[in-house]
T-cell receptor
Framework: GAVVSQHPSRVICKSGTSVKIECRSLDFQATTMFWYRQFPKQSLMLMATSNEGSKATYEQGVEKDKFLINHASLTLSTLTVTSAHPEDSSFYIC??????????????FGPGTRLTVL | GEDVEQSLFLSVREGDSSVINCTYTDSSSTYLYWYKQEPGAGLQLLTYIFSNMDMKQDQRLTVLLNKKDKHLSLRIADTQTGDSAIYFCAETLNAGNNRKLIWGLGTSLAVNP
Protein backbone atom coordinates (compact mmCIF):
# COMPACT_ATOMS: atom_id res chain seq x y z
CA GLY A 1 0.00 0.00 0.00
CA ALA A 2 0.84 3.73 0.02
CA VAL A 3 2.12 3.98 -3.52
CA VAL A 4 2.85 7.29 -5.20
CA SER A 5 3.37 7.55 -8.93
CA GLN A 6 4.81 10.32 -11.06
CA HIS A 7 4.37 10.94 -14.73
CA PRO A 8 6.37 11.33 -16.84
CA SER A 9 9.47 9.68 -15.47
CA ARG A 10 11.63 11.54 -17.93
CA VAL A 11 10.98 14.57 -20.14
CA ILE A 12 13.10 16.57 -22.53
CA CYS A 13 11.79 19.90 -23.71
CA LYS A 14 12.92 23.00 -25.54
CA SER A 15 13.73 26.19 -23.73
CA GLY A 16 10.66 28.42 -23.36
CA THR A 17 8.10 25.63 -23.28
CA SER A 18 6.06 24.55 -20.27
CA VAL A 19 6.15 21.10 -18.75
CA LYS A 20 3.57 19.50 -16.49
CA ILE A 21 4.48 16.75 -14.02
CA GLU A 22 1.77 14.70 -12.34
CA CYS A 23 1.92 13.12 -8.91
CA ARG A 24 -0.72 10.60 -7.90
CA SER A 25 -1.38 8.71 -4.71
CA LEU A 26 -2.65 5.38 -5.95
CA ASP A 27 -4.15 3.74 -2.92
CA PHE A 28 -4.66 6.45 -0.33
CA GLN A 29 -5.94 9.98 -0.08
CA ALA A 30 -3.15 12.51 0.17
CA THR A 31 -4.17 15.44 2.29
CA THR A 32 -0.76 17.00 1.78
CA MET A 33 1.66 16.73 -1.11
CA PHE A 34 5.19 18.02 -1.30
CA TRP A 35 7.33 18.91 -4.29
CA TYR A 36 11.08 18.62 -4.08
CA ARG A 37 13.92 19.32 -6.40
CA GLN A 38 17.14 17.37 -6.24
CA PHE A 39 20.40 18.39 -7.85
CA PRO A 40 23.06 15.78 -8.61
CA LYS A 41 24.72 14.44 -5.49
CA GLN A 42 22.76 16.85 -3.33
CA SER A 43 19.96 16.72 -0.87
CA LEU A 44 16.31 17.31 -1.53
CA MET A 45 15.23 20.90 -1.67
CA LEU A 46 11.63 21.40 -0.66
CA MET A 47 9.95 23.65 -3.20
CA ALA A 48 6.40 23.79 -1.92
CA THR A 49 3.77 22.14 0.21
CA SER A 50 0.24 21.79 -1.05
CA ASN A 51 -2.89 20.88 0.81
CA GLU A 52 -5.84 19.64 -1.19
CA GLY A 53 -8.16 22.45 -2.17
CA SER A 54 -5.95 25.31 -1.06
CA LYS A 55 -3.06 27.30 -2.47
CA ALA A 56 0.40 25.86 -2.21
CA THR A 57 2.87 27.23 0.30
CA TYR A 58 6.16 27.95 -1.43
CA GLU A 59 9.56 27.89 0.21
CA GLN A 60 11.67 30.99 0.24
CA GLY A 61 13.38 31.57 -3.09
CA VAL A 62 10.98 29.44 -5.13
CA GLU A 63 9.08 31.44 -7.74
CA LYS A 64 5.41 30.58 -7.54
CA ASP A 65 4.71 31.98 -11.00
CA LYS A 66 7.44 29.79 -12.42
CA PHE A 67 6.49 26.59 -10.65
CA LEU A 68 2.71 26.30 -10.67
CA ILE A 69 1.28 23.75 -8.29
CA ASN A 70 -2.25 22.47 -8.35
CA HIS A 71 -3.65 20.02 -5.82
CA ALA A 72 -7.19 19.73 -7.07
CA SER A 73 -8.05 16.34 -5.64
CA LEU A 74 -6.98 14.08 -2.81
CA THR A 75 -5.08 11.85 -5.23
CA LEU A 76 -3.52 14.24 -7.71
CA SER A 77 -1.13 17.15 -7.61
CA THR A 78 0.57 18.71 -10.61
CA LEU A 79 3.68 20.80 -10.96
CA THR A 80 3.97 22.92 -14.08
CA VAL A 81 7.35 24.40 -14.92
CA THR A 82 6.48 27.42 -17.02
CA SER A 83 8.79 28.84 -19.67
CA ALA A 84 11.43 26.29 -18.79
CA HIS A 85 15.11 27.16 -19.12
CA PRO A 86 18.19 24.95 -18.98
CA GLU A 87 18.77 25.91 -15.34
CA ASP A 88 15.42 24.29 -14.51
CA SER A 89 16.85 20.92 -15.53
CA SER A 90 16.72 18.75 -12.45
CA PHE A 91 15.19 15.72 -10.77
CA TYR A 92 11.76 16.60 -9.41
CA ILE A 93 10.29 14.38 -6.72
CA CYS A 94 6.88 14.52 -5.16
CA UNK A 95 5.73 13.00 -1.92
CA UNK A 96 2.36 12.55 -0.33
CA UNK A 97 1.14 12.29 3.21
CA UNK A 98 -2.21 11.27 4.58
CA UNK A 99 -3.42 12.54 7.91
CA UNK A 100 -4.94 9.25 8.83
CA UNK A 101 -2.49 6.80 7.38
CA UNK A 102 -0.06 6.41 10.25
CA UNK A 103 1.08 8.10 13.39
CA UNK A 104 4.59 8.90 12.32
CA UNK A 105 3.72 11.33 9.56
CA UNK A 106 5.48 9.40 6.89
CA UNK A 107 5.80 10.93 3.47
CA UNK A 108 5.53 8.47 0.60
CA PHE A 109 7.70 9.37 -2.35
CA GLY A 110 7.16 9.12 -6.04
CA PRO A 111 9.95 7.74 -8.25
CA GLY A 112 10.88 11.19 -9.54
CA THR A 113 10.83 12.96 -12.90
CA ARG A 114 14.03 13.82 -14.70
CA LEU A 115 13.55 17.12 -16.57
CA THR A 116 16.06 18.18 -19.18
CA VAL A 117 15.62 21.55 -20.83
CA LEU A 118 17.58 22.04 -24.04
CA GLY B 1 17.88 27.90 11.70
CA GLU B 2 17.15 24.27 11.21
CA ASP B 3 19.95 22.12 9.89
CA VAL B 4 20.70 18.44 9.47
CA GLU B 5 24.26 17.32 8.86
CA GLN B 6 25.67 14.02 7.68
CA SER B 7 29.01 12.77 6.50
CA LEU B 8 28.94 12.52 2.71
CA PHE B 9 30.65 9.21 2.04
CA LEU B 10 31.13 5.84 3.66
CA SER B 11 32.84 2.80 2.24
CA VAL B 12 32.64 -0.63 3.84
CA ARG B 13 33.39 -4.22 2.96
CA GLU B 14 30.59 -6.66 2.37
CA GLY B 15 29.67 -8.38 5.62
CA ASP B 16 30.94 -5.56 7.84
CA SER B 17 28.67 -3.21 9.77
CA SER B 18 28.01 0.29 8.48
CA VAL B 19 27.33 3.22 10.77
CA ILE B 20 25.95 6.43 9.31
CA ASN B 21 25.81 9.44 11.58
CA CYS B 22 23.60 12.52 11.57
CA THR B 23 23.25 15.61 13.72
CA TYR B 24 20.21 17.83 13.81
CA THR B 25 19.29 21.10 15.44
CA ASP B 26 15.57 21.20 16.11
CA SER B 27 15.06 19.74 19.57
CA SER B 28 11.29 19.80 19.11
CA SER B 29 11.36 17.20 16.33
CA THR B 30 8.91 14.46 17.13
CA TYR B 31 10.14 11.94 14.60
CA LEU B 32 13.45 11.37 12.90
CA TYR B 33 13.78 9.29 9.79
CA TRP B 34 16.23 7.41 7.67
CA TYR B 35 15.44 7.23 3.96
CA LYS B 36 17.27 5.26 1.30
CA GLN B 37 17.66 6.38 -2.30
CA GLU B 38 18.99 4.04 -4.94
CA PRO B 39 20.43 5.51 -8.17
CA GLY B 40 17.81 7.26 -10.29
CA ALA B 41 15.01 6.26 -7.96
CA GLY B 42 12.75 7.88 -5.41
CA LEU B 43 13.15 7.64 -1.69
CA GLN B 44 12.18 4.73 0.46
CA LEU B 45 11.57 5.04 4.17
CA LEU B 46 13.93 2.66 5.91
CA THR B 47 13.07 3.34 9.48
CA TYR B 48 12.07 6.07 11.88
CA ILE B 49 12.35 6.74 15.58
CA PHE B 50 10.11 8.67 17.90
CA SER B 51 11.90 11.34 19.86
CA ASN B 52 11.22 9.76 23.25
CA MET B 53 13.08 6.59 22.27
CA ASP B 54 16.80 5.92 22.56
CA MET B 55 17.04 2.96 20.29
CA LYS B 56 15.06 1.08 17.71
CA GLN B 57 15.99 -2.19 16.08
CA ASP B 58 14.48 -3.59 12.92
CA GLN B 59 16.17 -6.71 11.55
CA ARG B 60 19.60 -5.55 10.31
CA LEU B 61 18.93 -1.92 11.14
CA THR B 62 19.60 -0.26 14.48
CA VAL B 63 18.81 3.38 15.09
CA LEU B 64 20.34 5.17 18.05
CA LEU B 65 19.12 8.56 19.19
CA ASN B 66 21.00 10.80 21.60
CA LYS B 67 18.59 13.61 22.22
CA LYS B 68 20.96 15.52 24.46
CA ASP B 69 23.59 15.73 21.73
CA LYS B 70 21.01 15.80 18.92
CA HIS B 71 22.76 12.89 17.31
CA LEU B 72 21.15 10.12 15.30
CA SER B 73 22.86 7.09 13.86
CA LEU B 74 21.90 4.20 11.60
CA ARG B 75 23.75 0.93 11.90
CA ILE B 76 23.39 -1.65 9.16
CA ALA B 77 24.60 -5.08 10.23
CA ASP B 78 26.10 -7.52 7.72
CA THR B 79 26.13 -4.91 4.98
CA GLN B 80 25.40 -6.29 1.51
CA THR B 81 26.15 -4.90 -1.95
CA GLY B 82 22.43 -4.23 -2.31
CA ASP B 83 22.73 -1.74 0.54
CA SER B 84 24.81 0.56 -1.69
CA ALA B 85 22.74 3.74 -1.92
CA ILE B 86 22.43 7.23 -0.54
CA TYR B 87 21.02 7.41 2.98
CA PHE B 88 19.23 10.55 4.09
CA CYS B 89 18.57 11.58 7.63
CA ALA B 90 15.54 13.82 8.12
CA GLU B 91 13.82 15.51 11.02
CA THR B 92 10.32 16.86 11.24
CA LEU B 93 9.84 20.57 11.56
CA ASN B 94 6.51 21.95 12.60
CA ALA B 95 5.81 24.93 10.36
CA GLY B 96 2.44 26.42 11.07
CA ASN B 97 -0.22 24.06 9.82
CA ASN B 98 2.27 21.93 7.96
CA ARG B 99 4.87 19.52 9.17
CA LYS B 100 7.77 19.35 6.79
CA LEU B 101 10.96 17.39 6.69
CA ILE B 102 14.40 18.93 6.97
CA TRP B 103 16.93 16.81 5.11
CA GLY B 104 20.58 16.12 5.43
CA LEU B 105 22.74 16.07 2.31
CA GLY B 106 22.80 12.29 2.30
CA THR B 107 25.56 9.77 2.92
CA SER B 108 26.66 7.78 -0.07
CA LEU B 109 27.35 4.21 1.08
CA ALA B 110 29.59 2.09 -1.09
CA VAL B 111 29.77 -1.61 -0.28
CA ASN B 112 32.80 -3.38 -1.68
CA PRO B 113 32.73 -7.13 -2.32
Amino acid sequence: GAVVSQHPSRVICKSGTSVKIECRSLDFQATTMFWYRQFPKQSLMLMATSNEGSKATYEQGVEKDKFLINHASLTLSTLTVTSAHPEDSSFYICSARSAGLNSYNEQFFGPGTRLTVL
Amino acid sequence: GEDVEQSLFLSVREGDSSVINCTYTDSSSTYLYWYKQEPGAGLQLLTYIFSNMDMKQDQRLTVLLNKKDKHLSLRIADTQTGDSAIYFCAETLNAGNNRKLIWGLGTSLAVNP
